[in-house]
């Protein structure tokens, strides 16, 4: 399958020629022949399917990661309310901290998740601020958790998951919306390309 950067690297190189499209027998492009306009429509076409189905698929893969990692939450919420300090995760900061803390923390965890969701999942312009929103929540967590880590007699590596395990969610949904965003970029610069060699 040809590649979308290997194409918009063929236009971009085609610029001082009136932004004429690969046309000519190219090894690179796997043709043997020339590519009328109706196939350079319909490849451009299958890549923009190809692009959204793609984009959709690892937006929800990643939606349900944090969605599983929020209920794993909502469960420690549950068993931190009804059975405190039962949780190991939980029981190492019975000295230092009230369970209501412990149970604002986790809830504040659960809506820091959500909203990295709706921005994974959210089809509109600014779904971005919402992972903003998500990883700005998962600072102030970050920064409580620790605080309190580093307070107890010795420092517990087999819970910090609980600083940055919100904050880290977020910054990955960040990475993969940046991806997914430059991918379809490259492919409406392929369109505007064809467009523009149309127009020529």
């Known amino acids: 399958m040809i590649s979308v950067k290997k194409l918009t690297r063929k236009f971009r190189k085609s610029r001082d020629d009136k932004l004429s499209l690969p046309t000519r027998d190219d090894p690179d492009l796997d043709g043997s022949r020339p590519m009328d306009t109706q196939e350079q429509e319909e490849l451009v076409r299958s890549l923009e399917k190809m692009q959204a189905k793609q984009s959709i698929q ?30 190991q995760h939980h029981a190492y900061f019975m000295e230092e901290v009230d369970s209501w803390m412990i149970i604002s923390a986790d809830w504040i965890a659960v809506l820091a998740c959500l909203m990295a969701i709706v921005g994974m999942l959210y089809n509109s312009r600014d779904h971005r601020q919402w992972i903003w929103y998500s990883c700005s929540a998962g600072l102030g967590l970050a920064v409580f958790w620790l605080y309190y880590m580093l307070r107890l007699p010795k420092f517990r590596w087999d819970i910090i998951w609980l600083p940055f395990g919100p ?34």
């Open 58 to 87: 690892w937006r929800v893969v990643f939606a349900a990661l944090l969605f599983c990692y929020a209920g794993f939450l909502i469960y420690s919420i549950y068993q931190q309310a009804s059975f405190p300090w039962e949780l």
């Open 167 to 200: 904050l880290s969610g977020a910054g990955i949904c960040l990475y993969v919306d940046h991806l997914l965003a430059e991918s379809s970029e490259e492919v409406r610069k392929l369109r505007g390309y064809m467009y523009a060699y149309k127009a020529s």
